[in-house]
Each structure stands twice: as structure tokens, then as C-alpha cells.
């Protein structure tokens, strides 16, 4: 082959090779972490007076994905994410959210090193059954009146949340370029037991059962329960409130989820 | 006659004194026309979220909040988002752990907002050049080599 030509076809390699590397992806680092807040952290009052306090909170949770989503993701009105870019976590992950002090940092569930760089603002998760056979595990100790419960409440039933943007004091889900970012999965213990801090009229404490009703079937100063042994125990009332409000735990930060049970 | 200059200015003044007076005591407005938004906040029984925090973000910035305010006691809030600034506005209200955002675009006809990268055509296109550029320098080269070969 003659010389030119030669050179005209490295000018012409050498203009692909350039242009594909202009046409690379830009990537970060996107992290998922799960969230008790301090409710789980450093405990609080329920609704009826209980001192309660987390030693666990196991959660186990799946097919956790981050959305760019367009439009963005309405929790109210439900339905599929529209997404142009989304990112996966594999794996099914059990997290202690009362791992840690009182001011201990949210849990990091996982992260994925290459998802495009944008704006998360919509993210979805299961809550599945561990290998014991439970979504939730709660761990405690409640106190009223000098009386001391021990507790391990376990939950059984799936749940899917489908979350908009987080909503709080910062925003979360920016990812940059070589940068990292993080989204947050956060559950609402005091929808449960309800807050002594908050009116009893409030809609949060109207929907809680609270730990009375808990309280109510332990013996002997211990609490070791499943759904199961819960609707063969509590009232009826007491049990459907309760069924009712598993399914309002997942948030993001102060936004509600679109959530379905399993 | 240099009096005569003086009769002109003389009859001007007195014409716009009393108008000039009548300013003296009046009242102006001015006026633009302004695209506001008002934002209602409610939880979900419906009850406004008196005091809700306002938290606005605008389209160019959407990490920083561009404007931050206190509903009134219907949930209500109104601001005038930057016309300068197209695109989708984010507007998040919290209150007593709860909280929502909404998201409002305003003006996204009039321009691209950022991140929106280029369309398919234009990258071919851009690529066309690129290529065409360098075969260009090449054929350039080819062709002096060539006149050289024939001197």
C-alpha cells in the first residue's frame, strides 16, 4: 500500500478513536443506604406512654433500583416508573438499622460504582424474607409504670415501595461525573407504635396501634411474635390496624412510597 | 429686538406651572407582568400544612434552593419563578416529618435545559466533520506529494 493512503486511513482510525472517547459514558458512584432514623437510633415514647428502645432492626431488602425518572415518579397516583436511565443493586441485603450509636449514620445497603451520571429521583425496593423466613425483625425493650417488656416482633408478609425524590433537608440522588451520590430508604417506626411527641389526633397516632395492644398478649415480661401468633392474639381491630400500617413504613426521607403487599 | 427671545420660554413656563404643580402631588405606578406560581400544601386528609417549609429550586441549580419560605394557613405559598431560568422548577413543602415535592415546568418550550446533551442527528453530524476533517488534512498532504511527485 502506497504511503498516503497509508496515512489516510491512520487520520481516519485516529478520528473514530477520538470521537469514541468523546462519546464515552460519564459514570459515578451511586450508594443506597436504609434508614431507621432516630427513632430506632435513640428510641422514643409510643403514642400510649411506652419508653421503647431498638437493640435490632433487621430488614431485609431486594430489587433495589434507582430511577431517572421522566416524567418524574407521582407515589400518589402509583403505577410504573417512567425511567430513561436506571441502576440496579443485586442481591438480596439484611441491614440492622439499629446498628450503630444514637448518632450513628445511616446504614449503607450497597453501592454500584458505574451508573450514569443524572438526577435520582425515583427509587423502588422489596422487603422480602430472609433466610429465617421474616421482611422485619424488631428488637427491643419497652418500659411503662416500672413494667419491662422484652420484645422481637417478626413480620412475614413482602412488601414493594415504590418511592418518588427524597424529601428532606438536603437533595439527594445528584450524581456528577466520577462522583458519588447517595439515596436513602427510610422507615417510619413511630407509623407502628405512634409518638408521644405528636397530638393523639394527629393521623399518624389515629393509624397506630401503638404497644399497648403488644403489651397486652406478652407474658411473664416477654414478647416473641410473628403475624401469625398476632392475629391469633390481638383483637381483631387491633390486628387490622396493624396490617394496615406495615405496608406505610417505607419512605424516602419525609416522602411517602407507592407500596403493595406481597 | 432681543425681547422677543424671552416671550417664547415666558409663555412655555406659564403653560406647564400648574401641571408641574399637579405632579407635585400625584401618584405613579408602574407595571410588569409577572408569571407567579401559587403552590397549595395539604396532607392527605386534606388538612392545609399550616407552616409548611418551603424549600424552591430552580432548573439551573437543582442541588441549591433558590428561594425558601413559610406557607400561610390555607398551605398556600406564591412565588415568581426567574423567566430567565426555563425549565422544571421543584418545589418541596415539609411539615412535622412529612413532606412532598412537586415538580412544575415553566418556559421548557423556549429552551433546552441542561443535561439534555445532543440529539442523535447532531452527533453524526459533529462525527461527519470530525472525520471529513482529518481525511481532509490527508487528501491535503496526498495532493502536495502528488504536484511534488509530477515537479
Redesign the interface.
Known sequence: MRKPYRMLIVLTLLALIILAGCGGSETGTLQFNANGEDFVRQGFVSKDGWAITFDHVYITLADITAYQSDPPYDPHAGGEVEAKTQVALDGVHTVDLAEGGEDAPPILVGKVADAAAGQYNAVSWRMVNASDGYSLVIVGTAEKDGQTIDFTIQVEPDYTYTCGEYVGDERKGMLQKDGTADLEMTFHFDHIFGDAETPPDDDLNVGAPGFEPFAGVAQGGTLDVDMADLQAQLSAADYQMLVDILPTLGHVGEGHCHSETH | MKWKWLVFPALLTLLLFPAMTAWAHGAHIEYTISMAVEIVAA???GAPMAGGQVTV?APDD??TPWLEGVCDEDGRFVFTPDPTKPG?W?V?V?Q??????V?IPIGEDMAMTG?GGYSTFQ?VLM?AC??W???G???F??RN?REYAHS
Open positions: 396532607y392527605d386528609t429550586y437543582p442541588a422544571t421543584d418541596q415539609r412535622a416529618g412529612h413532606g412532598d415535592m415538580h443535561g452527533i462525527g470530525v472525520i476533517g482529518f481525511v488534512t490527508a487528501l498532504f496526498l506529494r
